[in-house]
C-alpha cells in the first residue's frame, strides 16, 4: 500500500513537473504572443489527457483485479490494494472535476 501511494505522488510530481517545463518553454520561446498560450493550453490539455488515462487504466486495474478474485484466482491483498487506489482515484478526479466546474461559474460570474 506505501509503495502504491508512493508510485501516485511520483506520478503526481512527474505531471507537475511536465505541467511546469512546458508553460516554461511555452513563455521562454514565444513571450506572451498567441502561440505560447497555445502552447500552456495543450501542455494543459495533455497533462489532464494523461492523468485521465491513468484513471482509467487504474479502473481497469481494479476491475481485472476483483474478476480474478472473484474467480479465485486472486491474491487478496493485490485486490484490496487495486480497489483501495480506484477508490482514491476517484475521489481526485471528482474533485478536480467540481473545481473545475466552480472556477467555470466563478469566470462566467465575473462583470467585463
Known amino acids: 500500500m506505501t509503495s502504491d501511494l508512493t508510485t501516485r ?26 502561440t505560447g498560450g497555445a502552447d500552456i493550453v495543450s501542455g494543459f490539455t495533455s497533462a489532464l489527457d494523461n492523468a485521465l488515462h491513468g484513471a482509467i487504466q487504474t479502473g481497469k486495474t481494479a476491475e481485472t483485479q476483483t474478476a480474478a478474485g472473484l474467480s479465485g484466482q486472486g491474491n487478496m491483498s ?3 490494494t487495486s480497489v483501495e487506489e480506484a477508490k482514491l482515484t476517484l475521489q481526485t478526479v471528482t474533485t478536480v472535476r467540481d473545481r473545475m466546474v466552480q472556477a467555470y461559474q ?3 460570474k465575473m462583470s467585463i
Open 106 to 108: 466563478d469566470v462566467m
Open 78 to 80: 493485490d485486490i484490496a
Open 9 to 34: 505522488s511520483l506520478d503526481a510530481l512527474n505531471a507537475y513537473g511536465q505541467t511546469q517545463k512546458s508553460m516554461q518553454s511555452a513563455t521562454d520561446g514565444q513571450g506572451t504572443g498567441s
